[in-house]
């Protein structure tokens, strides 16, 4: 631990990094998570279809 009255500039110094990524652009691109896990588990179904026919 430090001592008391020691400056320690990492919390001030990471607070703009935390306000920058919680920071939301209207630019971004935006889906739901529901399509991103259906997504997710169509492709894992489609290799696995792959690997039983090629395999």
Do not use: C, H, W
């Not at 110094?13 to 920058?20: F, W």
Request: aromatic share 10%; hydrophobic share 50%; proline share 4%.
């Amino acid at each position: 631990m430090g001592v008391r009255g020691e400056n320690n500039p990492g919390l001030m110094s990471s607070a703009g990094l935390v306000r920058y990524f919680d920071a939301e652009d209207r630019n971004a691109i935006t889906m739901d998570p529901k399509t991103i896990m259906a997504f997710s588990v169509l492709f894992g179904v489609f290799i696995q279809i792959l690997n039983v026919l090629y395999l």
